[in-house]
């Protein structure tokens, strides 16, 4: 038993160091179309492109009140730990009104330098427990082997993980299609 719980540890502690979080990336960039439409409330489109060349775009989303954009941040997942998806890119458009929200959205690169979008997660802050919804890719920490799950994060003192809830499960079958799982 004791044997047991040693080879346990170990394996928890290996999926720990092999995990792996989103990470800053001056590999891409992006911009917002300039428009009549700045200070309105309707979609102006955005560009994620590599910084080599922005003609070479890689998805186009909608921002809204792009006055009210307080920074774009891009962020990269390396290794996701699905089959045939080469990097996750996450573009969080962060917003400043009566409360602090940012629109986060998730792209998957394939082997083949196609792109899929996942659906765009909403968060804000305005009170002072703080939570967000976030998806967790197989490489991470509560990520699941084939899958994409969602989940509400729990903070207490805005930096002190107090829970995890998963809300959402995504099957990962390497064709370009995600099933939501209940």
Known sequence: MKHLIKIFALCFITQLSIAQDFGKSNDYQVTVSSSDKENSFEGTAAYLSTTKSTNDVLATFEVDAVSNIDSINVQVLERTGLENIAQVIKVDVIYVEFCKYTISHYFMLTDTNETISLPKLSNSVCDEEVEETVYHFPSQPYGEHSKIVTSQVFYKNYNELQAVKP????????????????
């Open 167 to 182: 809300t959402n499960t995504f099957a990962w079958n390497d064709d370009v299609t995600i099933r939501l799982q209940n």
